[in-house]
Nanobody
Framework: QVQLVESGGGLVQAGGSLRLSCAASERSLGNYAMAWFRQAPGKEREFVAGADWNDIHRIYADSVKGRFTISTDKAKNTVYLQMNSLKPEDTANYYC??????????????????WGKGTPVTVSS
């Protein structure tokens, strides 16, 4: 089974930037797209962004549109999340996820085949 390993989380001041990376051990048959989710303390895990492995189709949650950019590098089996203009409400554990289809608007928790273990992002005010 494919393994996903996130990196790049940390502490940043409001208005700052971070770039998350997620390395997949392989691109398994049926894995057509990747996504990022996040989960803040006491809240449910929520969709953030998604993209296909050809990096053509990208989708975002309304809360991050215009600030976050997802991209995929098929040659490196890696997906990135560039986060700019960070806000304290972006504080959460960020999870990389593998999906078996390319969604048109978003992914739900049940759409995900494989999860990474997460990387923490803390945005101070």
């Amino acid at each position: 089974q494919v393994q996903l390993v996130e990196s790049g989380g940390g502490l940043v001041q409001a208005g700052g930037s971070l770039r998350l990376s997620c390395a997949a051990s392989e691109r398994s048959l049926g894995n057509y797209a990747m996504a990022w989710f996040r989960q803040a303390p006491g809240k449910e895990r929520e969709f953030v962004a998604g993209a296909d492995w050809n990096d053509i189709h990208r989708i975002y949650a309304d809360s991050v549109k215009g600030r976050f950019t997802i991209s995929t590098d098929k040659a490196k089996n890696t997906v990135y999340l560039q986060m700019n203009s960070l806000k304290p409400e972006d504080t959460a554990n960020y999870y990389c996820a593998a999906a078996s289809f390319i969604a048109s608007r978003s992914y739900s928790h049940g759409d995900i085949k494989t999860w990474g273990k997460g990387t923490p992002v803390t945005v101070s005010s």
